[in-house]
C-alpha cells in the first residue's frame, strides 16, 4: 500500500512544489493539499485538493477518515497582511496548527508528522551567541513570526509526547531566496533602496527554494528521522553584502526612527515588527545536525542562493560600471605617473 | 559542523588564506587572482572558464601588462598600492567577499582595520612584544590577558601583534562583551575583525574550530579601574574561560601587557552619565572630557607585550569541569602569571613613556 500523505499550506510556493514532487513519487498514493487559497498553477490530477481553512471540520474528517500516515505542515505564515492582519495571522498559525494535531491525534494510521519551521525561534539581539544550535533556547522573541512559530513548536512537542508512534521531524529553515520565491525578505531586497539600521551589519544566512523542497521531501519520503534541525546553506552572507549583490544602494536608518521606517515599509514589503531587529542583529544557525543525522546537504551555500535570486534584480550598481571606474582610476594613475617620471 | 573546506592559497603576506573555499579549493579572491595570474599578459579575447565577468578579465590584463619600460619605477610601489587599494574598493562595491560564520572579514582586516592599528602599535605606543614563542603555531590556544586603559587597545595591540610578529600570522578571535554588539558602527566591525560574544558558546566553538581565542576575564572591572589602582588585577570573572579551556583541551597562554593603563588615566568615574548612556562606566582623564574630542587621543606611553609559558588543560581532561577546585586553581595560577609578569615588566620599564 502507497503512502497517503497530506500538505498543509500547499498553495503557496513551497507547498506546490512538495506537492508536485510527491504527485510523481510512485511511492505515493494519495496527496491531499490542504490550503484555502488557490494555487496559483492548478495542482496536478492526482492531488486532492481541500479547500478549506485548518481550522474547519472538514479537515478534522479528512485526517481522520482517508488514511492518512504523513502529515507535513507547511501552514504557519510569516505574513501579517496576506493573512488578514496580525490577529488573523496569530488565529491561523497557532490555533491551525492545534486543530491539526487535535485531528492528527485521534487519526489511527498516522506514522510521520513534518513540521516546517524557522530559525525565527532563536528571535535576534546582540547578546546572542553568534551560532545557534538546536538545543540552545534564545531569550523568546516576543512578536509575530518568530512568537508564533515557537508557540506551534511547543504544541508540536507536546503533541509528540503524547503520540510516541508519530515521528515528530521539526525544521527549523533559514531565510528562503531563490528565483520563484516571493517573501517579505526578497521584496524588501526589491525595494529600489534597502532601509537599514545605522552602524548594523547583520550576518544572515538563505536557504535557496530548490534546497527547501529537497528537504521537506526528504523529511517527508526519506528515511524517518525524529528530531529538530537546523537548515541553511553553508556560510553567511552580511545584510551589507547582499545588498550590493543585489546592486542596490543602501539607505541607514538611525535606531530610532528604524520602527517607523519600518512601518511605512512594511505596507509594501509586509513586514512584521520582529524583522527590523533580524536587519539590526541577524543570525546564523548551526546545520551539522542536519548533516549528520538528517543526511541533508545544500547544494546552495548562503552566498550563491542569494547570488541565484538576485540574478533576477534590476542592479542599480552594475559590475561592468564598478570595473570599468576601477579600469579609468587605475589608467588615470598610469598617466599621472608616466607623465611625471619622463 | 562539518569545518568548512578553507581557502588554499596564501596571502600576499604569506599567510594561509581564511575565507571559505568553493568546490576549486580557492575562495572568491584568490579565484579571481589566480585567473588574473594565470592569464597571458596581452589582452586575451576569451574568458577563462569559472570566471564571473569578461569585463573584470579586460581590467586586469590592463593592470598587469607592463608598462612600455619596465625600468625601475619610483612609483610602482605606489601604483601597486593603488592597484590593491582599488581592487579592494571593486570588491566591496559588488559584495564579493566572504565572511565566516562569526562574520570575521579577513579581506577588510587586511586592507582597513590592521592598517588602521598598526601605525597605533609601531609608533605611537612602540610595543615591544615577547614570547612569542609560547603561542602555538597551528590549533586552538586561549590567550589570556590583564584588561585597563578605558577602552580595549591592549586587546587590539594583543590582536596586532599576533596578526604581524608571530610566525603563523595568528589572526585573534576575540571575545567581547554585549556591549559591543549593541553600539551602532561598533557593532558590525567588531564582528568584521573576528570578535566575537564572550560566551561559552562562542569560545568553545572557535577552539574547537582549532582558532586562536583571546579573552580578558577582568572584563569592565579591568577596563573601567581608576589609575591609582593600575596594575592591579582585579577578579577573574568567574572562571568561565577555564572551563571553556578544559572542555576543549586548548591550552592556555597567559599574557602581560603594561603601558595600556597608562593611555586614558582615569581619574574619576560619572556613574550617573554612564548609567544615563548605558555604558559601564564614564571616564574622567586628566583631558577628557575636558578638552572635547582632542581629550579622546591617548597618551603615548611605552608598551610591553609578553606572551607567558602555556599552562596545558589536555592533561587534566574534560572531567576536571565538573571539580570547581581546579578550575579555581587554574584561574588563579593563569591571574598570578599575569600579575608577577606585569609586575617585572613594570621594573624594567626606564618610565611611563620610555
Known sequence: MGRRVLVTGAARTTGRRLVAALAEDPEVERVVAVDDLEPEQPFPAKVEHLAVDLRSPAMVRTVQSAGIDTCVHLGVTAEPRAAGGRVSMKERNVLGTMQLLAAAYHAPDLRRLVLKSTTAVYGSGAGDPAVWTESMTAETPRHGFGKDSIEVEDYVRSFDRRRPDVAVTVLRLANQVGPTVDNPLTRYFELPVCPTVLGFDPRLQFLHEEDTADVLLRATTGPVVPGTFNVAGDGVVLLSQAIRIAGKPPLPIPEPLAGRVAELVGRTVDFSPEQVRFLQYGRVADTSAAADQLGFLPKWSSLQAFEDFASRLHRLITEDQVLRLEHEALNFLRRAVGRTTQ | MTPQPRCQART?????????????????????????????????????????????????????????????????????WAEEALEFLGRRLLGEYEVDEFGHDPDL?????????????????????????????????????????????????????????????????????????????????????????????DATRLLQAGELVGVWPEGYKGLGKPYRERYQLQRFGRGGFVEVALRTGAPIVPVAVVGSEEIYPMVANLRRVARLLGFPYFPVTPTFPALGPLGAIPLPSKWVIEFCPPIETADLGPEAVLDPMVLFDVTDQVRDTIQQTVHQNLMRRRGVFG
Open chain 2, 109 to 201: 582586516v587586511e586592507h582597513v582595520l590592521a592598517p588602521l592599528l598598526r601605525p597605533l602599535y609601531r609608533r605611537w605606543w612602540r610595543v615591544e612584544t615577547r614570547g612569542l614563542e609560547h603561542v602555538p603555531s597551528s590549533g586552538p590556544a586561549l590567550v589570556v590577558g590583564n584588561h585597563a586603559g578605558t577602552l580595549p587597545f591592549d586587546a587590539l595591540m594583543v590582536a596586532v601583534a599576533l596578526l604581524d610578529e608571530h610566525p603563523a600570522h595568528r589572526p585573534l578571535r576575540i571575545l567581547a562583551a554585549d556591549l559591543a554588539f549593541n553600539l551602532p558602527v561598533v557593532a558590525p566591525l567588531a564582528r568584521k575583525a573576528g570578535t566575537t560574544l564572550a560566551c561559552a558558546e
Open chain 2, 12 to 80: 600576499r603576506k604569506g599567510e594561509r588564506c581564511r575565507n571559505p573555499a568553493g568546490p576549486d579549493g580557492l575562495c572568491a579572491v584568490h579565484r579571481r587572482r589566480a585567473a588574473d595570474a594565470a592569464e597571458p599578459h596581452p589582452p586575451a579575447p576569451g574568458p577563462p572558464e569559472g570566471e564571473r565577468s569578461p569585463a573584470r578579465e579586460t581590467a586586469a590584463s590592463v593592470v598587469h601588462s607592463p608598462g612600455p619600460d619596465p625600468g625601475p619605477d619610483p612609483f610602482g610601489p605606489l601604483l601597486d
